[in-house]
């Protein structure tokens, strides 16, 4: 249905190709289905699609008419700068993000035309972020050393960066993320006396954790200087330096045997390249009785080769160097690399779309500090938008994330009844 108590006349002139890349668009989204979205521009309004039940539309607002070309030339990554540039905005973004994750014909389509050559300047410049030992310290500084004044503004006070575990309507982010902490020490039979290894440090929250409140001891270790050194002075403040060592290293260089082992959402950091030698570490770090817990957020199988061939937002703006890996495709690299079975696989990304939730809330109510750090409103919407697309692909399943137990061939469940559900039932 249009709208057209503004008049054609009092709209910005268009010239020919711009209007031809306008109605380029509005035909594609007149193939929307499961959902609606209203747009609003210059020349009026337009809703799309077909209505679901207790399904909200949301309303895209264009804001400059460049917007059409910016999606035109740059398929999804360049509607996502178009945002960031303030060419358009929308009253629920994470709405907007689920509609078009159910109509992936769709959002396949903006990536043909003129977008093609975009597609291909894009997979040239990931191919230079290549995880060699230099390139994974750019690629995490890049992320990581934003300024831990930055991430505390949004995320749990034990400043995990991973997704909490929600079971309850009323839980607060805190309470679900201890509680998957505390899910992975269980799930590991986490005891006094334990040597663990960390891979993937973040700020300290596992292994403060673990030490503190199971007794073990965790070496854990960070390619990031910022939060290398947040952790280090955390550790001292909770009196535990006897009990945690904080490394900055790579993961390929670490070194010793240990009872167990955990990587909480590090593996998506490490590029496709590298998939095998990580799970090579896991079997050469763990003795061979050991367990290994490795929490990854994945994309569908069927997905997978197609995603390593394109880049998305993530990729270009938010996590370069990163990738998002299948079931299947760990799978297949722990077979060839190792010795380990899969004792155990549990989905939590519904808990992945209230973690984001909670930091998104977060993020905006406290945009002013945001910026009394330095960043930029660019900044502000690339995160704006980073958090609510992120949220509506785990509400759509589209993303997941996976908790996968595995153990060396010498591992034994205890005999006790307790160890017995616990195996089962983790």
């Known amino acids: 249905m249009n709208d057209t108590t503004q008049s054609l006349a009092s709209a910005p002139t268009l010239g020919a190709f711009d209007r031809l890349l306008r109605e380029r668009v509005l035909r594609q ?16 309004s337009e809703t799309f699609g077909e209505p679901m039940p207790d399904t909200p539309t949301p309303v895209l607002h264009v804001d400059d008419l460049r917007f059409y070309r910016a999606l035109a030339q740059g398929g999804s990554v360049g509607a996502a700068e178009a945002y960031m540039d303030g060419l358009w905005r929308c009253d629920d973004l994470v709405g907007l993000v689920r ?9 396949d389509g903006m990536e043909r035309g003129p977008a093609r050559l975009a597609g291909v300047l894009l997979r040239g410049l990931h191919a230079l972020r290549m995880n060699t030992r230099a390139g994974a310290r750019r690629n995490i500084a890049a992320h990581y050393d934003l300024g831990n004044d930055f991430f505390r503004l949004f995320l749990s006070d034990d400043l995990m960066y991973s997704s909490a575990l929600f079971e309850r309507d009323d839980d607060t982010l805190d309470v679900a993320s ?34 503190r409140e199971y007794g073990c001891h965790v070496t854990t270790t960070t390619l990031s200087r910022e939060q290398y050194d947040l952790a280090r002075t955390r550790i001292a403040e909770a009196g535990l330096e006897d009990r945690v060592d904080v490394l900055l290293r790579d993961f390929r260089d670490l070194d010793g045997v240990y009872d167990k082992l955990v990587s909480i959402e590090m593996v998506e950091a490490i590029g496709p390249e590298n998939l095998t030698r990580y799970f090579a570490c896991l079997r050469d770090r763990l003795r061979p009785e050991g367990l290994a817990l490795v929490q990854a957020i994945t994309i569908e199988d069927h997905r997978y080769a197609q995603a390593l061939r394109s880049v998305d937002f993530i990729k270009r703006h938010v996590f370069p160097g990163s990738f998002i890996p299948s079931i299947a495709a760990m799978m297949a690299a722990k077979t060839t690399a190792s010795d380990l079975a899969l004792l155990h696989l549990e989905d939590m990304g519904l808990s992945y779309a209230r973690t984001l939730e909670a930091w998104r809330e977060r993020f905006l109510a406290g945009l002013p500090q945001v910026r009394a750090l330095g960043f930029d409103d660019r900044f502000m919407r690339m995160w704006t938008f980073y958090l609510a697309y992120c949220e509506g692909g785990f509400r759509e399943r589209s993303i997941g994330v996976a908790q996968m137990l595995f153990a060396r061939p010498g591992y034994r469940p205890s005999s006790s009844t307790h160890d017995r559900r616990v195996a089962l039932e983790a």
């Open 29 to 44: 989204l007149r193939a929307l289905r499961a959902g609606t979205v209203t747009l609003r521009d210059a020349y009026g």
């Open 99 to 107: 509609l078009l994750v159910r109509n992936r014909d769709l959002l």
């Open 178 to 211: 201890t509680r998957k902490l505390d899910m992975i020490c269980r799930k590991l039979h986490l005891q006094p006396g334990d040597r663990v290894l960390e891979i993937g440090t973040g700020w300290g929250g596992f292994a403060l954790h673990a030490a």
